[in-house]
T-cell receptor, first 114, second 114 residues
């Protein structure tokens, strides 16, 4: 299995809703990432988990709450989002000591906040 | 702070021809990695090619090759024998040797005409 799987592919939520995005990889990668990508822009790093511990938080608002329950799974919990949070949310993973191999990305969750 | 610049918002090429996408970066680090990623309309970021800064030899992957000029901090991507399936957004990306953070350029949209 050489994939990063993200669910759901599309999500529409109201500003008072609570939802979660899920990301899964079975490649044994030790690091997992959440990126946010607005239309026609590059991905922006939100969070990094290394060995299941949060190692980087790029000053993301608290309405985004990451969770790494185990080495294969990464969640992003969403609460009280704003319309400007509508974007493509990408998950990625990478392996310790093989940074040269780059990151493996999922196909993303297209989030619309109404 | 490191930055990555892609000065060509859009490029076009005819099928079977060769095209070069430009990327420059700024860093004070001596060890780092550079990547080119492709993002087709399907949204998934696909690793095209990677280069380790300590390697003088330019990386090559089938029809894709890079021209890495470390002193000039330049990392261009050459696509030979362009195919319709090469049409996508291409992102140049930088990662420092001791960091998990992948920094993207603004992207170049490549169109391929029959």
């Amino acid at each position: 299995d050489t994939e990063v799987t993200q669910t759901p592919k599309h999500l529409v939520m109201g500003m008072t809703n609570k939802k979660s995005l899920k990301c899964e990889q079975h490649m044994g990668h030790r690091a997992m990432y959440w990126y946010k990508q607005k239309a026609k822009k590059p991905p922006e790093l939100m969070f990094v988990y290394s060995y299941e511990k949060l190692s980087i938080n790029e000053s993301v608002p608290s309405r985004f709450s990451p969770e790494c329950p185990n080495s294969s799974l990464l969640n992003l919990h969403l609460h009280a989002l704003q319309p400007e949070d509508s974007a493509l949310y990408l998950c990625a993973s990478s392996q310790e000591g093989t940074a040269t191999y780059g990151y493996t990305f999922g196909s993303g969750t297209r989030l619309t906040v109404v | 702070a490191q930055t990555v610049t892609q000065s060509q918002p859009e490029m076009s090429v005819q099928e079977a021809e060769t095209v070069t996408l430009s990327c420059t970066y700024d860093t004070s680090e001596s060890d780092y990695y550079l990547f080119w990623y492709k993002q087709p309309p399907s949204r998934q970021m696909i690793l095209v090619i990677r280069q380790e800064a300590y390697k003088q030899q330019n990386a090559t992957e089938n029809r894709f090759s890079v021209n890495f000029q470390k002193a000039a901090k330049s990392f261009s991507l050459k696509i030979s024998d362009s195919q319709l399936g090469d049409a996508a957004m291409y992102f140049c990306a930088y990662r420092g040797y001791n960091t998990d953070k992948l920094i993207f350029g603004t992207g170049t949209r490549l169109q391929v005409f029959p």
